[in-house]
T-cell receptor, first 112, second 120 residues
């Protein structure tokens, strides 16, 4: 069935360093890939997304890259700050169904 | 504007009780989704509505789970005869839905704060 794998499960970085989270999806028909940030006890918040007709997208310190051939997509956070500490989820969806298949999450800790 | 809201935020139920969880989507959003999030896990799809039509209920774990959206806006997720394994956060999300093109992808889902259900 449809599956999204996410690595690593936990990631600790020093403030100011970069963080990279990677996801792999199984359904080659997937065409939309959002990333959500979820703080403890809060709702998932969309931070960036990418569609399958684009290879890279940036928004200030956050970027997402997509390799359709390998079915990989990655989240890049530069100049990390303590407030970036949270759990990050990747997801994939395909046309017609619209439901998201989520990864298992990455707990990011930014150490001051 | 107002985001997705859910009530109650917390619910404690005794095993065997029925519960009803409510979701108020963003006004005008055609699509509505329910997800179940176990502790330390990613959300898992339960069911999807387009207006009042339930188009996909493949993620509902058993026939004890039932969802409805009778007027195409507010939705209710009902769990009958709750079991301990039903303990989780239940998230609702809404999106613009198909056929509504614009700058924001129609697939983008906006989540509510969730209802944390604890079954004792």
């Amino acid at each position: 069935g449809e599956n999204v794998e996410q690595h690593p499960s936990t990631l600790s970085v020093q403030e100011g360093d970069s963080a990279v989270i990677k996801c792999t999806y199984s359904d080659s028909a997937s065409n939309y890939f959002p990333w959500y940030k979820q703080e403890l006890g809060k709702r998932p918040q969309l931070i960036i997304d990418i569609r399958s007709n684009v290879g890279e997208k940036k928004d200030q310190r956050i970027a997402v890259t997509l390799n359709k051939t390998a079915k990989h997509f990655s989240l890049h956070i530069t100049e990390t700050q303590p407030e970036d500490s949270a759990v990050y989820f990747c997801a994939a969806s395909r046309p017609g169904t619209y439901k998201y298949i989520f990864g298992t999450g990455t707990r990011l800790k930014v150490l001051a | 504007g107002a985001g997705v809201s859910q009530s109650p935020r917390y619910k404690v139920a005794k095993r065997g009780q029925d519960v009803a969880l409510r979701c108020d989507p963003i006004s005008g959003h055609v699509s509505l989704f329910w997800y179940q999030q176990a502790l330390g896990q990613g959300p898992e799809f339960l069911t999807y509505f387009q207006n009042e039509a339930q188009l996909d209920k493949s993620g509902l774990p058993s026939d004890r789970f039932f969802a409805e959206r009778p007027e195409g806006s507010v939705s209710t997720l009902k769990i009958q005869r709750t079991q301990q394994e039903d303990s989780a956060v239940y998230l609702c999300a809404s999106s613009l839905g198909p056929g509504l093109a614009g700058v924001i992808p129609k697939e983008t889902q906006y989540f509510g704060p969730g209802t944390r259900l604890l079954v004792l």
